[in-house]
């Protein structure tokens, strides 16, 4: 029995013969939009040139003849909506993750001395936000540490409240990184 384009009478799973332009296809129906102005129905149908594969075809049920060989007795799966985007968090998290990137590239600056990237590296695994200026390197913008990257040339920055304490945890640091490299010198 042919039906008229748009009846809605098409379920997923159902046989049907879908006839276009004098070509006959049988299919099943993968998918179909009976509602709104457009509606279609995509059509999996067996892929004579490769018996190992199917055909996708999407139809305008305007521009085709449907006839129903076998309706569908599978019961059609419930519709689930998606949840709402939250735009607000997802524009938040992107500039969190473009700032966490900017940061790591001020990190990670070229044209430094070797050992003073390995002071601001351990300094960073540490906890301790640190960036460049110029030949220094500065920890949370209140302790400066200048070449050549030693514990006695860290100090508090003018103006930072910063207390004591602060700043002989960073030497110490400093001095973690120095004292491998002189105990390698000891050894030769």
Known sequence: MAHAAGSGEYTVGSKVKVTYRGQQTVGEVSSYN??????????????DSNPSQSLLTTYNLSKVEVEVL????RP?????????VNMAKLNTRAHQAVQQKLAAARRVSGGHPQFGQMVCDRLNESGFNCTWAKSDIVVLDS????????AEN???????RTDEEFVRRIRKIVGEVASPTAEEGDAS
């Open 34 to 47: 009976g509602t709104g102005r457009d509606h279609w129905m995509i059509v999996r149908s067996p892929d």
């Open 154 to 160: 860290a100090n508090a920055e003018p103006n930072a």
């Open 70 to 73: 076998e309706r569908s007795t």
């Open 76 to 84: 059609a799966a419930p519709v689930s909506s998606l949840p709402r």
């Open 143 to 150: 302790v400066r540490i200048k070449i050549p990257y030693k």
